[in-house]
């Protein structure tokens, strides 16, 4: 039989190809996932299957009030850094005092919401990764479905609620420390008080520029919840599956949320 | 045996497939009310397919499925959630969540299709434990239990709602014969005390033959045949007593032969 010659351009094309399917193949998961998970966070009530209060609740607390030591420390080092090269810069132009806006600009628009996304995406999406993963190689998916609770009702609504509402807040938080980091360094390095900085700040900022931090947040926050528990429910293979799995949530969630934050920052700034 | 030969699951002419591979050539099975029905057969020979397309947990290619009365092929999602109250699952782990406790586990399924207060939810679950011998253990996290009592705690929490339906996956595998014992007494148990029709999936013979009224014998994706204990036992079919008999149904390879398999010569 006739070896088949395979022209290197043809197997670039036939990559491309399947890497595109599966592409749009998980897009539309992720839809599904995001259309079932509100048919139960908004219909489930009156059908007598509410998503559970308390599981949100919890799923809050272990996403957002557990995570705030660590978005005050990074974010507080942001703050700080951020002020430590506009400082530098500005000094060319004998514009120091001008740090202020820039930290407060940069800080609420951008740094904010990015790092306390890929902070979470980290820490929650893997973890929701590794929980489903386990569940399902322990057929405890399987348990939930043969008792008559639908997964995504059980596990996916209460931790999407959570993460939306979550996020957000956190993404404030995260503000106000990077705020307060940069404050820090400048009375620090140029004597600015912060009564000074903070009156400086407010004037500076307008409530566009913490809602569109605010905004991205939401975005950020349904990539995490959604990369996170469909690559937990695709788990084949065991422990090895759930380790690859929990990988692969944190590398595409963050992927995601950076090209995502790229594309919301060229449209929110036309 | 309870058995009144009034059908509680009936399966027709089912076919499934993994991808473009077909598992199921058609089976065709019928398991009476009040009766333990196990299925048997070597790896791969399709049992624990059939037995997550009796759960609902597949599409299948064609056929039919009636548990109860109910083509879960065709049902709607409500009359299927319906439907599942009166089912109870034994995985072959357990499948016990882990975030909770053993008593939540087993209160789980009262918490979701019941308006019990806790109190009473309690108190049933507690009764559950007791009826597998786990009485006192609803504070322990299933990681605190052994793999005997997991079992039994999946069982508490499959029969918490009273199901007419009771499916067990491998209840004695991985268990030491004494363990596997009590499973098969509990599993008799539940028939005569609770009425229950019963399919276990096992490939464990000594437990297959004590527990069993009929037994399903399947081989590559077919039926080779259901009947009694003592029908099996005496069956001339050569792939059932290969299996009663745990040898190979290939028959005697030379040493020779076998090494020239191995090294491809």
Redesign the interface.
Known sequence: MPETATHPLTNSLELLGRSTVKLIEEAGYYSALLAESLFWILVGPFIKRPVRIPSIFSQMMTMGIAACPIVFVLSFSIGVMLAIQMIYNLKTFGAESQVVVGVALSVTREFGPLITGILIAGRTGSSLAAKIG??QV???I????????NPVRYLVAPSLFAMMIMLPVLTFFSDMAALLGGAVYTSIEIGLSFDAYADRTLSALAVVDVMQGIFKSLIFALIITLVGVSNGFSVTGGAEGVGKATTRSVVLSISYIVIADMIFTYFLNL | MTNNNSAAIEVVDLVTHYGPREILHGINLTINEGEIMIIMGGSGSGKSTLLRYL???GVPTSGSINLLGKDITKISNTE??QL??N?G?A???G????SMSIGENVQ??LR??TRLDEKTMEIMARMKLEVVNLGGFEKLMPAELSGGMIKRAAVA?AIVMDPKLMFFDEPSAGLDPVVSAELDELILNLRDAMKMTIVVVTHELESAFKIADRITVLDQGNILMTDTVENIKNSDNERIQSLLNRRPSNEEVKADEYLNRLTGM
């Open positions: 386990t569940m322990n057929q405890e399987d348990a939930l479905r043969v008792m008559g609770i | 759960l609902g947990l299927m959630h599942r109250q089912m699952v995985f072959q782990g499948a016990l969540l882990s789980l399924p979701e299709h929490r």
